[in-house]
Each structure stands twice: as C-alpha cells, then as structure tokens.
C-alpha cells in the first residue's frame, strides 16, 4: 500500500452497495429455490397437460428478479468496477458460445446431450463467476 487512501478495508458507500445487492438477490435466490421446489413436486412436468409448459417457466420469474438485482448493483457500482464486471461478463459469454458450438458440432454426428442446455448455462456461469474473482484481486 502506497499511501493511507490505500486500505484493504471496504469503504461504507461499498458495503452499502454490497447490503443493497444482497437485500434484492437473497430474497429472489430463495424464491427461485422455493418455486423450482414446487415445479418439480406438483408441476407434472413430465406428464401431457397443457399446463407443464406454464409450470416449465414458472421458475423464470424469480430468475427475471435476479437478473434484475445483478443489472441494479452493476448500475450502482463505479466505472472501474463495471469495467472489471464487464470482463468478466465477456469471458463467461464466450466459455457459454463455445460450450455451445461444442454441443452444436457434436449434435451434428447425432450425438444427443439431453442437458446440453444446462451445460451451457453452467460453463457461462462458472466462467463469469471464476473469471469476476480472478479480475477483481
């Protein structure tokens, strides 16, 4: 540390950021859990009622919310850290693009991968994830 404005220590505009992040994404993290619960017990998603399609996407309401607690705590973040966060949004939508030409070039032999949708939410994911901790030291 070069100086005394140089500390470790977050400042209280940061940890206010953090808590209003955390009070929007916790609560829309455990309604996602609790309405994924309730698909998966009572939507008969499997079965052949017009409704599976409506109890498919239920969970998507609390996804829309916590994408909207993200996009809200990158609004009130400054430059540097949209920067830092928008590098790690570009690695983890390029790991999403090529795990998706990836299952695209192998479904063209007729290789089927029942989750590959998944699979490429989760490499996005992952990535952005891995790739915001190491841009962020």
């Known amino acids: 540390m070069t100086s005394k404005l140089d500390t470790a220590n977050r400042s209280r505009g940061d940890r206010a ?32 009622s017009p409704w599976r399609f409506l109890w498919a996407l239920l969970p998507l309401l609390p996804v829309l919310a916590v994408a909207r607690a993200v996009v809200r ?18 690695v983890g939508f390029a790991a999403a693009m090529l795990a998706c030409a990836v299952l695209g070039l192998l479904g063209v ?14 490499a996005g994911m992952a990535s952005w994830g891995v790739a915001a901790g190491v841009v962020h030291r």
């Open 17 to 48: 950021r953090a808590h209003a992040y955390l009070r929007e994404f916790l609560p829309a993290m455990a309604a996602y859990v609790v309405v994924l619960v309730a698909v998966l017990t009572w939507g008969d998603v499997d079965g052949d």
């Open 73 to 90: 705590a990158l609004r009130r973040s400054d430059e540097y850290a949209q920067l830092l966060q928008l590098r790690a949004l570009a």
């Open 109 to 122: 032999t007729g290789l089927v991968v029942p989750a590959a949708p998944w699979l490429v939410l989760g």
